[in-house]
């Protein structure tokens, strides 16, 4: 039997200098990040190893990690944390990222977010 499980990583907070505008880049914003993907289950729903499957607070550095590298697009954010998730778990089996800007800095509008999400 072929089991996959998924592992989620759910609206970590990052303070980051991502955007098109210098200011963006250089006052920086609030984002939120959620990580979904989808790993083989292997042995890990009976061994109770974590050799077995992946590490979330790894998750949770890589995340950081790419955060803190700023991009003009949340578009390169996502691809750089899919690359990253990629090299550290290859058996990784594809997966969900979205990168939130709280509040972003937009005239005359006012809104909780604005994401976006790769799947891959």
């Known amino acids: 039997m072929n089991q996959s499980i998924t592992i989620t990583i759910d609206r970590l907070r990052c303070y980051a200098f991502?955007?098109?505008?210098e200011q963006e880049r250089s006052v920086g914003a609030e984002y939120e990040v959620?990580?979904?993907?989808?790993?083989p289950a292997m042995r890990a729903v009976t061994a109770d190893s974590l050799a077995d499957t992946v590490d979330y607070a790894q998750l949770c550095d890589i995340v950081t990690g790419a955060?803190?590298?700023?991009a003009a697009l949340l578009e390169r954010v996502c691809g750089v944390i899919i690359e990253d998730v990629m090299r550290a778990f290859p058996?990784?089996?594809?997966?969900?990222v979205t990168v939130?800007?709280?509040n972003p800095p937009i005239s005359n509008s006012s809104?909780?977010?604005?994401?976006?999400?790769?799947s891959w």
């Open 100 to 102: 939130s800007k709280l």
């Open 67 to 70: 955060m803190s590298h700023p």
């Open 91 to 96: 058996l990784t089996e594809g997966g969900t």
């Open 111 to 118: 809104m909780a977010s604005a994401s976006v999400t790769v």
């Open 18 to 21: 991502h955007g098109v505008m």
């Open 34 to 39: 959620t990580l979904s993907i989808r790993y």
